[in-house]
């Protein structure tokens, strides 16, 4: 069973940092498109960052310059770093991995990102 473990959220005050991971236990993650959304109260989930399996990376325009996906194929692991948060940021963050070509697609279980002072 295909598992997806998220770390690394937090509160954080304006301007500020974090770093989030999400560690996959599923063979070939290097074929996966990995990727960040975040679900806001009252408002549907959204596609933050992108990253294929090639590397090449998409992002969400309200995040552009500030948040960076990578992925350590080595270790299963996806990244978004996050920096100069705003309050318009909170929201709940989801790892995603899918592969079209077979068919699937899996979600985290969520991690809380809360920017206040």
């Known amino acids: 069973q295909v598992q997806l473990v998220e770390s690394g959220g937090g509160l954080v005050q304006p301007g500020g940092s974090l770093r989030l991971s999400c560690a996959a236990s599923v063979s070939m993650f290097r074929l996966y498109v990995m990727g960040w959304y975040r679900q806001a109260p009252g408002k549907q989930r959204e596609l933050v960052a992108r990253i294929t399996a090639g590397g090449t990376t998409n992002y969400a325009d309200s995040v552009k310059g500030r948040f960076t996906i990578s992925r350590d194929n080595a270790k299963k692991t996806v990244y978004l770093q996050m920096n100069s948060l705003k309050p318009e940021d909170t929201a709940v963050y989801y790892c995603?991995?899918?592969?079209?070509?077979?068919?699937?697609?899996?979600w985290g279980q969520g991690t809380q990102v809360t920017v206040s002072s």
């Open positions: 995603n991995m899918n592969r079209s070509i077979i068919g699937v697609e899996y």
